[in-house]
């Protein structure tokens, strides 16, 4: 019925980083409960999420076209960015923040392509 043509290296190379993978996390159960880390590690870990998050959002929020800066009116993902932020930071509730900030996406983005 389906004609599925896998190469030998295609499955060694799958099977290769499913091992990898789990190598790298199952060494870590073992040794997990011994040890403490220290509080400022531990505190700069708190910072992880929000960084690797910037690192993925803002180049596609800034960059939009993946060549040139935007900061202009006319870019949508700018303006729901910031319409984000601004909901997030005011009323604290993510339902509200993703809900209205994708409204106001996809009405910007409907006007610019109407109107511009």
């Known amino acids: ?19 990898v993978t789990f ?6 159960f073992p040794i997990s409960g011994q040890f403490q ?7 700069a870990l708190g910072y992880v999420p929000p960084a690797v998050l910037s690192a ?5 929020v800034l960059m939009p076209t993946g060549d040139t800066l935007n900061l202009n009116l006319t870019n949508p993902y700018l303006i ?8 997030g930071w005011t009323y604290k509730r993510l339902l509200v923040t993703i809900v209205v900030s994708m409204v106001v996406f996809l009405a910007s983005q409907w006007i610019l392509k109407v109107f511009c």
């Open 1 to 19: 019925m389906f004609n599925i043509n896998i190469q030998m290296d295609e499955i060694f190379m799958v099977a290769g980083m499913a091992i």
């Open 80 to 87: 729901g960015a910031v319409t984000a932020c601004t909901i």
């Open 56 to 60: 993925i959002i803002v180049p596609s």
């Open 23 to 28: 190598g790298i996390r199952y060494i870590m």
């Open 37 to 43: 880390f220290p509080p400022l590690f531990e505190r």
